[in-house]
């Protein structure tokens, strides 16, 4: 069972940066398929938006639209950690980010589907705003 803790949030202006952290624990990462989600302002914890995954087997990945060419994934395997960096941030972007794995390896299609992941940290704040 794979424990996942999420760090880098914070507050920053339209048009700037954050790199998130999520470093697992009790089993490797690389193993799982990861995926980034977050929660929105007024949605509930079920509403959950998908923002990206990766499939271990394959290495397949798919980004949400909404954040294609914006974001970026990465890993250290070294340190099982993978990371979400995060450019040209807006403020529709602002909410509660989470770091998600299962040990399925999820298609592209089921990927995007937050109630299918079976781990999850506990979520970091981020806040686009002047």
């Known amino acids: 069972q794979v424990q996942l803790v999420e760090s880098g949030g914070g507050l920053v202006q339209p048009g700037g940066s954050l790199r998130l952290s999520c470093v697992g624990s009790g089993d490797t990462l690389d193993y799982y398929t990861m995926g980034w989600f977050r929660q929105v302002p007024g949605k509930e914890h079920e509403d959950r938006e998908f923002?990206?995954?990766?499939?271990?087997?394959?290495?397949?990945?798919r980004y949400a639209e909404s954040v294609q060419g914006r974001f970026t994934f990465s890993r250290d395997t070294s340190k099982n950690t993978v990371f979400l960096q995060m450019n040209s941030l807006k403020p529709e972007d602002t909410g509660v980010y989470y770091c998600?794995?299962?040990?399925?390896?999820?298609?592209?299609?089921?990927?995007?589907?937050?109630?299918?992941?079976?781990?999850w940290g506990q979520g970091t704040q981020v806040t686009v705003s002047s």
């Open positions: 923002v990206f995954a990766i499939n271990p087997s394959d290495g397949s990945q």
């Open positions: 998600a794995a299962d040990p399925v390896p999820l298609g592209r299609q089921l990927m995007k589907k937050a109630h299918l992941y079976d781990f």
